[in-house]
Nanobody
Framework: QLQLVESGGGLVQPGGSLKLSCTAS????????IGWFRQAPGKEREGISC????????YYADSVRGRFTISRDNAKNTVYLQMDSLKPEDPSVYYC???????????????????WGQGTQVTVSS
């Protein structure tokens, strides 16, 4: 059983940066792939970046590739999402999620995961 808690959301100007954190408690963080998803009001949930359990494989959606960077520190039970060059279309509630035995591309594409965090709001506005 994993519990996931996101932090780091907030208000940023267009072109600015934020770094989100997803910290896990419970058993088995280091055997789970972790993903970041986002959902804006009236829109479908989007899997934007996922990372394998050992951090060696990363996936990015086209909408964030080149601007966002995912990383993980298994010693700290934490996954990060560095978000740079934020755009007006990026505001959403950002969620982290965890799943075992799933490729990162599939995880981000399907969102079929076992554990979800409660989400953190990201707002981009001048």
């Amino acid at each position: 059983q994993l519990q996931l808690v996101e932090s780091g959301g907030g208000l940023v100007q267009p072109g600015g940066s934020l770094k989100l954190s997803c910290t896990a408690s419970g058993f088995g963080f280091d055997v789970h792939a972790i993903g970041w998803f986002r959902q804006a009001p009236g829109k479908e949930r989007e899997g934007i970046s996922c990372i394998s359990l050992n951090g060696l494989t990363e996936y990015y959606a086209d909408s964030v590739r080149g601007r966002f960077t995912i990383s993980r520190d298994n010693a700290k039970n934490t996954v990060y999402l560095q978000m740079d060059s934020l755009k007006p279309e990026d505001p959403s509630v950002y969620y982290c999620a965890a799943q075992r035995f799933m490729a990162v591309r599939q995880m981000c594409a399907t969102g079929r995961v076992s554990y979800w965090g409660q989400g953190t709001q990201v707002t981009v506005s001048s």
